[in-house]
Each structure stands twice: as structure tokens, then as C-alpha cells.
């Protein structure tokens, strides 16, 4: 249950911030990047918990963005990068804190 309320806590603040992205790259795009963070941030807290063994995060990764691939019709969309593993989730969330930071 604490999972639960903590993935979506945390796919509702990815959601906001795809958001506060549409600008800058159309808002089905900026709601699928915000959609994938949010996921990435929830499963690296599930992990961190000890909730999730870090040998499953590339699994439970490509499932979660899977999901959110299933809900979408950019899933084809070659500008959209998506998420596959634990390593692009980082990478995704380092690109966010510093698009944050600079102000974008």
C-alpha cells in the first residue's frame, strides 16, 4: 500500500513537471518525459527502501514505461526518448535537475 501511494505521489509530480516543460517540447511530449521521470523517481524510492532489489530496477523500468507506452499514441514517435533501463532513469533524472536549475 505504501508503494502504491508513493508511486503515485510520485507519477503526479512527474506529471507537473512535464507540465511546466510543454513549452519547450509540446505538451504530449512534455507529459510523457514528466510521465517517465515521475516513474524513475518512484522506483529508485521503492529501490532505495529496499522494497525493490536493485537487480530487478531495468525490469520494473521497461514494464512501468511499458505501461505508460500502452496509454499514448507517441509510443511511435521517433523524437520521443524513452526510458529502458535503471541507467537511463538516472540519466533522465540528472538532465531534469539541471534543466530545473537552469531555469527551463
Do not use: Y
Not at 529508485?44 to 514494464?63: E, F, H, K, N, Y
Not at 505508460?68 to 526510458?83: G, H, M
Amino acid at each position: 500500500m505504501k508503494t502504491t501511494i508513493l508511486a503515485i505521489i510520485f507519477l503526479l509530480i512527474g506529471g507537473m513537471i512535464g507540465a511546466l516543460l510543454g513549452v519547450r517540447f509540446g505538451a504530449e511530449g512534455a507529459l510523457v518525459a514528466g510521465s517517465q521521470a515521475g516513474a524513475c523517481l518512484a522506483l529508485q524510492t521503492v529501490r532505495d527502501m529496499g522494497i525493490l532489489p536493485s537487480g530487478q530496477m531495468d525490469a520494473a523500468v521497461r514494464d512501468t514505461v511499458g505501461k505508460i507506452k500502452t496509454r499514448t499514441p507517441l509510443a511511435s514517435d521517433p523524437n520521443i526518448s524513452w526510458v529502458d533501463s535503471e541507467v537511463d532513469c538516472v540519466q533522465t533524472i540528472v538532465k531534469m535537475g539541471r534543466d530545473t536549475q537552469a531555469g527551463r
